[in-house]
């Protein structure tokens, strides 16, 4: 078997090059170029949140998830607790990429960063793959996207992306190793587990508040929906228990 987060490792790798050189490309690039740019992964991103979103097989589901999820996220203050990371982030940078008065900062690019690369199915199934059998397939897949992704943003956000690379080792890697220790009780999960699904369409519409942040549409504190995505599997596995359907 391989070390447990082998495709973690691998993702945090593709991120942080293709972080790197998008940070290099954006400073050579025109203004409307890097914007068009950044609306391109904005509409594939819509894309890739609503094809999630609609798997759902009870909309009762996610809607009760972001609500209850969107309560949560407010009382903690995620995406306050994000922001401060990324502004102490910043100031230990020193400033650099992307910090200046008119353009985005290093906490803005990490924080979307980090949601684009750490909300989606094969995130769970990948680390949950790569912990119980060392299969790093989908992660590895995932990785070169991310790679891609990250140059994109990146030379659009600044170096605040890739910060995000420390988000994908704590959130993914910790996914595999708890995946690990829990062991045969993970055993039976799929794409087609029921929690597993109605997580998918709860993690493609927080994917959509992120599509639209990109393509200016409207800003969302996208940070505190991501509770929501824990909601949903608790709720379908309460509903399994008291014997309802979905």
């Keep these: 078997m391989t070390f447990p987060i082998t495709g973690t490792l691998i993702n945090v790798a593709t991120v942080i090059i293709g972080g790197a050189v998008g940070t290099l490309l954006g400073n050579r690039l025109p203004e409307k170029m890097r914007q068009t740019v950044l609306h391109g992964l904005g509409l594939m991103t819509l894309t890739i949140g609503v094809t999630m979103a609609i798997k759902t097989q009870n909309a009762l589901i996610p809607l009760f998830s972001v ?35 008119s353009g985005p900062t290093v906490a803005q690019g990490f924080i979307t960063a980090s949601l684009v690369f750490c909300v989606g199915p094969m995130t769970v199934l990948g680390s949950i793959q790569d912990g119980l059998m060392g299969d790093y397939t989908l992660l590895a897949i995932k990785a070169l996207m991310d790679g891609f992704a990250g140059m994109a943003l990146a030379a659009s956000l ?6 995000s690379a420390a988000t994908i080792l704590v959130y993914q890697g910790g996914l595999s190793l708890l995946a690990l220790s829990s062991g045969a009780a993970l055993g039976g999960v799929t794409a087609a ?22 393509l200016d549409i409207k800003r969302i ?26």
């Design 158 to 163: 600044g170096g605040g992306v890739i910060l």
């Design 221 to 246: 504190r996208a940070a505190n929906l991501l509770p929501a995505i824990f909601v949903a599997p608790v709720m379908v596995l309460i509903l399994e228990r008291l014997g309802i359907g979905l």
């Design 193 to 214: 587990t029921p929690w597993v699904i109605e997580m998918t369409a709860v993690g493609g519409v927080v994917i959509l508040s992120i599509a639209f942040i990109l």
């Design 67 to 101: 609500l209850i999820g969107g309560i949560l996220g407010e009382a903690l203050g995620i995406e306050a607790a994000l922001e401060r990371l990324g502004r102490w982030a910043e100031r230990r940078m020193g400033g650099i990429a992307g910090s200046g008065d």
